[in-house]
């Protein structure tokens, strides 16, 4: 298992930006994929974004394809999300997930989660 602590999260004015940043402890960072998915009341949790191992490969959803970047640095056991352009339909928990493989987008495969942070854009 691997402990994730989120942080970053607020509430932002359409338009803006938000840098979500998580932080993991308990395996050799650098051996697993990362993700971020995020979740809104009533509603399943959904992906959002990937990265590979090495961070070589990422993966985003088409809702957020051309604004949101993920990133990782494994000398600081941290992965990161750059969301631009916010929208009022980013509005959402979001969670940051430890894959059990060293690439992939899907749910199944993370099985550690951080808390989540809250992530506000009002209409």
């Known amino acids: 298992q691997v402990q994730l602590v989120e942080s970053g999260g607020g509430l932002v004015q359409a338009g803006g930006s938000l840098r979500l940043s998580c932080a993991a402890s308990?395996?050799?960072?650098?051996?697993?994929?990362m993700g971020w998915f995020r979740q809104t009341p009533g509603k399943e949790r959904e992906f959002v974004s990937a990265?590979?191992?090495?961070?070589?490969?990422?993966y985003y959803a088409d809702s957020v394809k051309g604004r949101f970047t993920i990133s990782r640095d494994n000398a600081k056991n941290t992965v990161y999300l750059q969301m631009n352009n916010l929208k009022p339909e980013d509005t959402a928990v979001y969670y940051c997930?430890?894959?059990?493989?060293?690439?992939?987008?899907?749910?199944?495969?993370?099985?550690?989660w951080g808390q989540g942070t809250q992530v506000t854009v009002p209409s």
């Open positions: 308990g395996r050799t960072f650098g051996s697993f994929a």
């Open positions: 990265i590979n191992w090495n961070g070589r490969n990422t």
């Open positions: 997930a430890a894959s059990l493989a060293y690439d992939s987008r899907h749910e199944a495969d993370f099985n550690s």
